[in-house]
């Protein structure tokens, strides 16, 4: 029972990274990038929509129905035929809060339309988002027992791209990887990795249309041991032996706070974590002439200063603290701790083991 409930664990937390990272990509998808105060109620709307599957069921099944509604205060002293008629309701309203909200976060804005337009809007991108976690909610905890059975390692990378650089994003990163010695070779996603991503570019039309590519990056090493990388618009995951993933996953997280992908969720860990991009900006125009200068290191320790003050949840937090100490780095003309290249290690099995310095 033990091994068990450690088991499930591992899964739990692998799984959470994941759909963190979907849920604050398909808010900044569908609705921009919100305020604070609008987060939790866009992320509210995006939850309801992937768990609208959820009240289908109930009103095919009233028994599962009955179930999740035993978990609600006082449940016993509703008569059966009102939980039905709530369940028909919540699953008829969601879409159209679905269509409303992402109509009126929408970057042209869908004013001239009518309500009844605005609100069927929302049927086939909750339709989109609900088929594409479910998936996910399948998909993650399965290929999550297959990697343990295999003994691999998995590393979810946060990562939120847009269409048009996620193909730059995914080259800077794979030819990071290469350079350092992995050999991965472009080959054609399994199912898995790109059902998700094309239902949404198929269902969710123009809502998802700025975030989800036409084709996903996926890289696999011809070696049985070889190390697996698939790109999706959210994140970055990489599968393989320990030692390999470990390492990989290292490389990508440096590499990648020099390209436009954001590796933060929350809305004003993002906003910071564009400055940071900013100075960067700076640096490229000039290398040489960034370096040292007073005026690009007061603009760091503004940053810093912020970054202390800043209320956001732990990860996010040292995302931006790391980030601030490379672009530190990167200004005062030394090169980045990971950047020297290093010749492949063949056999994991004949060589120590090193400090699992990536692991979260």
């Known amino acids: 029972m033990a091994i068990l409930q450690a088991l499930l664990s591992l899964i739990s937390r692998s799984a959470s990274k994941v759909l963190n990272a979907i849920f604050g990509w398909a808010v900044r998808a569908l609705f921009g990038q919100p305020s604070p105060k609008e987060q939790t109620f866009l992320t509210g709307v995006v939850a309801a929509a992937a768990a609208w599957p959820v009240l289908l069921l109930g009103i095919a099944f009233p028994k599962l129905a009955a179930l999740v509604i035993a978990f609600v205060p006082f449940h016993n002293r509703v008569p059966p035929w009102a939980i039905r008629v709530g369940w028909i309701v919540l699953a008829a309203i969601v879409p159209i809060v679905v269509g409303l909200a992402v109509a009126t976060k929408a970057p042209e804005g869908r004013g001239g339309q009518s309500f009844w337009r605005r609100a069927l809007g929302g049927w086939p991108i909750t339709i ?41 994003v995914a080259d800077e990163i794979i030819g990071t990887l290469n350079r350092h010695g992995f050999e991965l070779q472009r080959r054609e996603p399994s199912w898995w990795v790109s059902a998700p991503t094309q239902i949404l570019r198929k269902l969710g039309g123009d809502a998802f249309a700025a975030y989800v590519p036409e084709s996903l990056e996926y890289y696999h090493e011809p070696s049985k041991q070889g190390l697996e990388a698939a790109l999706y618009p959210s994140c970055l995951l990489l599968r393989g032996a320990e030692f390999a993933a470990v390492r990989a996953h290292g490389l990508a997280i440096e590499i990648a706070t020099h390209t436009p992908a954001l590796q933060t969720a929350d809305a004003q860990a993002q906003a910071l974590e564009k400055r940071i991009r900013s100075l960067w900006d700076l640096y490229d125009r000039d290398p040489g002439a960034g370096e040292g200068t007073e005026a690009m290191h007061d603009a760091v320790a503004r940053l810093c200063d912020e970054l202390n003050r800043l209320k956001v949840p732990y990860d996010d937090w040292q995302i931006l603290y790391r980030q601030l100490l490379q672009v530190d780095r990167a200004i005062r003309g030394e090169a980045q701790l990971l950047a020297r290249e290093l010749p492949r290690v063949e056999d994991e099995s004949s060589s120590p083991s090193p400090p699992d310095l990536f692991a979260s």
């Open 128 to 168: 989109a988002l609900a088929a594409a976690f479910l998936i996910m909610f399948v998909s993650v905890p399965l290929l999550k027992l297959a990697s343990i059975a295999r003994r691999r390692r998995d590393e979810q990378v946060p990562l939120i791209t847009t269409a048009r650089e996620y193909h730059d």
